[in-house]
């Protein structure tokens, strides 16, 4: 069946054509193999070897930048949610490790009232659909509207999500992957992992759409 391009318009088999998804400015090469940061050789960087994140590993699909920067703000702030599929597609189709439970990084209560939606929670029903691998909506919850991230320096993100979040059932031995559109510090995504172990998960992973490259560093995309 075919469909429109959500970028481009053209004819298609998929919600972004070939040639668009093609252009997307995939994260590939050498990374992290904890945060996922662009390195000139595969390894840890030196952000998470001074200081080791509570998740285990992050896999994300590509460089938060155009036109992906602006698929995911149509998206969040824009309702625009027939962007969710080609979010959604972007996630791994096979990650090395099925996990057990897919959960979405929750919003607050209030900003959930603002949007009328989640955007990471529509993009986890999506990959539960695909892997076969249940989503659970409720079992962790943002109990504090704090300030939004980007508007922080690096150390404050830490102290402004410290706290947010309550996992309410036992996850004991449990493989999460928890889904988010973009990851920029790690900070909000160290902070659920933290609470989600508190709770017995064996391992946390994330998966995210777009991973912001600090200082403008242009390794790991296409040309």
């Known amino acids: 069946m075919h469909q429109r391009c959500l970028l481009c318009g053209v004819r298609s088999t998929r919600v972004l054509c070939a040639p668009c998804r093609a252009d997307l400015p995939w994260l590939v090469g050498a990374s992290c193999i904890i945060c996922a940061h662009p390195l000139l050789m595969p390894g840890t960087c030196g952000r998470c070897?001074?200081?080791?994140?509570?998740?285990?590993?992050?896999?994300?699909?590509?460089?938060?930048a155009y036109p992906l920067d602006g698929m995911i703000q149509s998206c969040k702030y824009g309702g625009r949610l027939s962007?969710?599929?080609?979010?959604?597609?972007l996630l791994p189709e096979t990650p090395p490790q099925l996990p057990d439970l897919i959960v979405a990084m929750p919003l607050s209560p209030q900003r959930?009232?603002?949007r009328g939606f989640n955007q990471a929670l529509e993009?986890?029903?999506d990959a539960s659909r695909r892997m076969q691998v249940p989503v659970d909506a409720d079992v962790c919850v943002k109990i504090r509207d704090t300030p939004p991230q980007t508007m922080l320096p690096w150390k404050a993100r830490r102290r402004n999500v410290r706290g947010a979040f309550v996992v309410?059932?036992?996850?004991?031995?449990l493989h999460i992957a928890?889904?988010?559109?973009?990851?920029?510090?790690?900070?909000?995504?160290d902070e659920l992992a933290r609470n989600?172990?508190?709770?017995?998960a064996a391992s946390v992973t994330g998966w995210i759409v777009a991973r912001t490259i600090a200082g403008g560093d242009t390794r790991g995309q296409r040309p």
């Open 49 to 64: 070897i001074a200081d080791m994140p509570h998740y285990d590993r992050v896999h994300a699909a590509c460089r938060y």
């Open 83 to 89: 962007m969710i599929r080609a979010l959604a597609s």
């Open 112 to 114: 959930l009232r603002q």
């Open 123 to 125: 993009l986890a029903r």
């Open 168 to 173: 309410r059932s036992r996850l004991d031995g």
């Open 178 to 189: 928890v889904v988010d559109d973009v990851l920029t510090t790690g900070a909000t995504l």
């Open 196 to 200: 989600l172990k508190k709770s017995g």
